[in-house]
């Protein structure tokens, strides 16, 4: 029964976390796994949607849902991988990584914790 209740703890708490991180990210075009898409995808320059699904534990159709919104916003590129042109890879944009820089006192503020300590896999 501990477990059990160890687990609720920690479910509790995540949902602290991200109820804090959604009310620092209100007013941007960003919301909590938007942001997450986008720290993937600075930590891993070049990574597919499979990696961002990966990362995110999140279906595909979420992470294609996603990925369109940030890549219509101008915030990253989809390019065809030099590698296996039936990949996609992913890059931030310079629009990109002034979103994450722009929120990121707001989410330390809320979270207590400076995002790159925190990784998004």
Do not use: N, Y
């Not at 059990?4 to 919301?31: F, P, Q």
């Not at 849902?65 to 944009?93: C, K, M, Y």
């Not at 820089?101 to 896999?121: C, H, N, Y």
């Amino acid at each position: 029964m501990e477990a059990v209740a160890d687990t609720l703890e920690l479910l509790r708490r995540a949902s602290l976390v991200v109820a804090s991180i959604e009310d620092a990210l209100a007013g941007t075009d960003l919301t909590v796994d938007r942001w997450r898409a986008l720290a993937c995808i600075e930590s891993s320059p070049g990574c597919s949607m499979s990696d961002v699904i990966d990362a995110l534990v999140i279906p595909s159709t979420s992470a294609t849902r996603i990925v369109d919104f940030l890549v219509e916003i101008g915030a990253i590129f989809r390019t065809v991988s030099p590698r296996d042109r039936r990949r996609t890879t992913l890059r931030l944009s310079s629009h990109g990584q002034a979103l994450l820089r722009d929120v990121e006192p707001t989410i330390v503020g809320a979270i207590g914790v400076k995002p790159q300590s925190v990784s998004p896999l």
